[in-house]
Each structure stands twice: as structure tokens, then as C-alpha cells.
């Protein structure tokens, strides 16, 4: 029965493919035949079911990849679904709810947002609080499994003859997909991630990670405490047409802070939000930076966040004796690689990337360019590096529409410089023994000011037992 399901939806994915080679076939040459195509492709993934949409979501945050109209086209898929018929939706919330969930769910209007995987709504406590819900649509977790079988298979079969990696790199992609869109649709999961989440920002004021009620929810509902703001995407859509409130604070420098507390800081902390497109950013009117959506979070082993820096560092100071360094450090196979012909064309790439902006050079490009020739090499990396860089490209993404003249080369370099040095701190006790330990970066060291300097000598003489 199972695997007959599994043919039909392997039917249906071939009469869609062929349907949309139709159309591009017949609709080509007509004009704003790119728009009408990314429309149709919208659509289609939204019908797919979630699997394709978050495809589609995340290929809406590669406007080096395909054409900013497909990427604006597929924006939409971060924050807008099929809406589920009320009265459907009704039964099925009075089949899922807990008794204690049941009077709050009786109360549920429209939603406020209809996403892939849930629908969200807004409602009120009987003690006054405004609360947000998330629903699972119904029979997500059943569409993600039976997807999953597919593409397992397409992975077994035809994975020795796609792209320039062997069938056990496919495998393990599509395994570890699965595993991501799993844990998504398990909200005590999502619970348990917002507990860490708000552990882990502790003492960050400027950031604001929801608290959950654990009496209210459960697999398939999570009640939330209500964020008071508008989404990124939201905003990024004001800007584009010039609609932008008048905050008192600027989005330009919202993302810096996101860029600094939530990208590079979390190298520090160790948890790290993986899924942070703009839909799952808030602003509160008083400019707080709001997270959302931890269907999945992921967790950097001391090791790879070590690496991790220094292939930022190295990246972001054009020094490429530190990518080399990463690539030691993070590298799980042992490559031999020709290291002159790796310098050349790392420093190729590099070349123009020192204190450019985003409009001008693309940070994701260097990071996949960089990544690529080291792949080349042999190297292959651990997964939650892979998942740090979703989050770089995402946040690369909504740089590129809020913030174009920003120049991650030159804002990311001093607070990498600051979170590597706390990292060292962290393991070593002496002042002598931190600064001996900073060899690796020496030249970056000797770029910083001299109270950063007189800073780290005291964090670490304070660490002295
Ligand atoms: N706590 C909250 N307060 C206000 N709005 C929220 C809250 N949680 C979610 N939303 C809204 O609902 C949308 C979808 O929620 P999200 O958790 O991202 O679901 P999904 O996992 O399906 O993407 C968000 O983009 C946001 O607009
Ligand atoms: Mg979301």
C-alpha cells in the first residue's frame, strides 16, 4: 500500500516536471516570460507540499543562483501557504487538542500566518496575555516521510550519476534533510529548543527568544508568548517599496546585531539558530531583535567552532594560511592537496573581497567558492558547519536588501578576532598562555587596539585561579 502511494506521488512528480518543460517550451519567448515562470514555479512547489516549499524558500535566499525575480517570487514562500479550510481545520484541532488545550483552540479565528508547515494564530489567556499558536498542518509528518522515501531511492539509484559526488554524499544528504524536516514538525522539540535558545542568549538584552507555555502545548500545538513587531520580511518588503515607519532605530543597524550577536557570537556560545530567514526575525517596535521558529537549532562542538573562526578569519582578513588552518582543523578526511595550486586560486577568489560591500561582492559566492576548491581537496566537512552556512547565506541574503553597502569583510573581522580570542580564553587560564595561543592570528592581533589588547590581559588574569 505503502510503496504504491510512493509510485503515485513519483508519477505525479514526473507529470509536474513535464508539465513545466511544456510550458517554458510554449511560453518562452513571450515577453516577462521570467516572471510568469517563477509565478508558475511558486506555485508549484507550494502545491508539492512542504518538502518542495522549503526548496523553494531556500532558493528564494540565492540571489546569486538564480534571478532576482525568481528570488522575489519565492520569498513568498516564506511566509504564505495554502490556508487550511476553517471548518478542517476546526475538526481537526478538536481531534489533536489536549484537555488543556481544548478551550483555547475553541477560541482561534483566522490565522495571522499560514506557513509551510503550520499556521499560526493570535489569542488571549484567560489571564490577559497574548498568546501565539502554532498549529501543524494536518498530515505534514506523513508528506515529509513519504517525500523522503523518493528521494532516498532517487539518492540510491542515480547517485553515482549526478552532480561530482558519489552515491554515499547523496545518501547522507537526504538522510540528513529528513532528519531536519522531521524534528521541524515535533513542537515539543521546538520546545525543548527554545528553552536552550533563551539559556543560551542570557544576558544579551537586545535579543528577545519567546518563552513557551509547557501546560499548553504539545506535539502539534505550541503556545508561544506573543512578539509584538513585524517580521524581516516584512520590513524588507516596506523598504522595497519605500513604506518603511519611521522607527527610532535603522534597519542597517538591526542587522548588524543580528549580525553580530546571532552570527558570529553564537560561535562562542555554541548553539546557533539554523533556519534564520527573515520570516523567522522579528523587530519589536522598541527595536529589540525577536527569533523565531526553532525547528532547528544546532549545536557546534568547541573543535568546529574553533575551525570555523579561522576559516572566517582567514576569509574576512584575506589570509589564506588560516583557511588552511580550518581546513586541518574541520576536515574529517585526511587530503593531500597541492597547496600551491589551493593558495592560487583561493587568493583568486579573495582578491576582491577585502572590505568590499555586499552589492559589490557577494560573501556567499566567496564562502561556496572557498568551500568548493577545499571539497575539491578532499575535505569533507562536518554537518553543523554545513548548517552554520544556511544561516550565513540566509542573513547574506537579507543583507543584500537591507544593507547592500555593508562590508562583512571589514564589520566581521574585529568581532571574529574578539569571539577567537574569548574562545582561546576560554580553554587557557593564563594572560601569557592566550597570547602565545594568538600566534595563528598575529597579524590580526597586531591591528587591534590597544584596549582590546589591555582587555584580554585582564579577562584572562581574572580567569587565574
Ligand atoms: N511568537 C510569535 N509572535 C508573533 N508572531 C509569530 C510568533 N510566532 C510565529 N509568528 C508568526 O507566524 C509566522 C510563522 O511562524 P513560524 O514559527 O516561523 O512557523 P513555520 O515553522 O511554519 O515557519 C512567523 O513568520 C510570524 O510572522
Ligand atoms: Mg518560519
Given at each position: ?33 521570467n516572471?510568469?515562470?517563477a ?10 507540499g ?22 522575489q ?36 479565528g ?30 505534514v ?56 535558545m ?10 528577545l527568544?519567546p518563552q ?9 500545538i ?17 523598504k ?20 553580530r ?23 519589536t ?67 576582491d ?9 557577494s560573501?556567499?559566492?566567496?564562502l ?8 575539491e ?12 552556512t ?16 555593508f ?14 580570542l ?33 582587555i ?10
Open positions: 500500500m505503502e510503496s504504491a502511494r510512493s509510485g503515485m506521488r513519483l508519477l505525479e512528480l514526473l507529470f509536474v516536471g513535464v508539465k513545466l518543460y511544456l510550458y517554458r517550451l510554449v511560453h518562452n519567448s513571450k515577453e516577462n516570460f516572471q510568469r515562470f509565478v508558475k514555479l511558486r506555485s508549484t512547489f507550494e502545491s508539492l512542504p518538502v518542495y516549499t522549503k526548496l523553494g524558500q531556500m532558493l528564494s535566499m540565492r540571489p546569486d543562483y538564480i534571478d532576482d525575480v525568481y528570488c517570487e519565492f520569498e513568498l514562500l516564506l511566509d504564505s501557504g495554502r490556508q487550511i479550510p476553517r471548518e478542517k481545520m476546526r475538526r481537526y484541532l478538536n481531534r489533536i487538542a489536549s484537555p488543556s488545550q481544548f478551550k483555547l483552540v475553541q477560541s482561534l483566522d490565522p495571522i500566518a499560514v506557513a509551510s508547515i503550520s499556521q499560526v494564530y493570535q489569542a488571549t489567556l484567560p489571564s490577559g496575555e497574548a498568546v501565539a499558536i502554532k498549529v501543524l498542518r494536518p498530515g509528518t506523513h508528506m515529509v516521510k513519504r517525500d523522503f522515501k523518493i528521494l532516498r531511492l532517487l539518492a540510491r539509484f542515480l547517485g553515482n550519476k549526478v552532480g561530482k559526488v558519489g552515491k554515499r554524499h547523496w545518501i547522507d544528504l537526504v538522510a540528513e534533510l529528513e532528519r531536519w524536516l522531521l524534528e521541524e514538525t515535533d513542537y515539543l522539540h521546538e520546545a525543548r529548543n527554545i528553552e536552550l533563551r539559556k543560551d542568549f542570557e544576558g544579551y538584552d537586545n535579543i527568544i513557551y507555555y509547557p501546560d499548553l502545548s504539545s506535539k502539534q505550541l503556545v508561544m508568548e506573543w512578539i509584538d513587531g513585524h517580521s524581516m520580511l516584512d520590513l524588507i518588503r516596506m522595497r517599496k519605500e513604506e518603511l515607519p519611521d522607527f527610532d532605530f535603522s534597519l542597517e543597524e538591526k542587522f548588524e546585531e543580528i549580525i550577536d546571532v552570527a558570529i557570537k553564537s560561535l562562542l556560545r555554541g548553539y546557533f539558530h539554523a533556519d534564520a530567514h527573515p520570516a523567522n526575525i522579528m523587530i517596535k522598541e527595536g529589540k531583535i525577536a527569533l523565531i521558529d526553532f525547528g532547528l537549532i544546532q549545536f557546534f562542538s568547541r573543535e568546529v567552532r574553533k575551525g570555523t573562526i579561522l576559516f572566517l578569519l582567514g576569509i574576512t582578513s584575506n589570509d589564506i594560511e588560516l583557511i588552511f588552518k580550518s581546513a586541518e582543523m574541520l576536515g574529517k578526511e585526511n587530503a593531500q592537496f597541492n597547496r600551491d595550486e589551493v593558495y592560487e586560486e583561493i587568493s583568486r577568489h579573495l582578491y573581497y577585502l572590505d568590499a560591500s555586499a552589492h559589490d561582492v560573501s556567499t559566492k566567496i561556496f567558492s572557498i568551500l568548493k576548491v577545499c571539497l581537496q578532499g575535505f569533507q566537512y562536518p554537518w553543523s558547519l554545513v548548517l552554520y544556511r544561516t550565513a547565506v540566509n542573513l547574506d541574503g537579507q543583507i543584500l536588501r537591507v544593507h547592500p553597502g562590508s562583512f569583510s571589514s564589520y566581521g573581522r574585529q568581532y571574529l578576532l574578539e569571539v577567537y574569548e574562545t582561546l580564553l576560554e580553554e587557557h587560564t593564563s594572560a601569557s598562555h592566550v597570547i602565545k595561543m594568538t600566534e595563528d592570528v598575529i597579524d590580526l592581533v597586531r591591528d587591534l587596539p590597544k584596549n582590546l589588547k589591555t584580554i590581559e585582564k579577562m584572562a588574569k581574572e580567569k587565574q585561579p
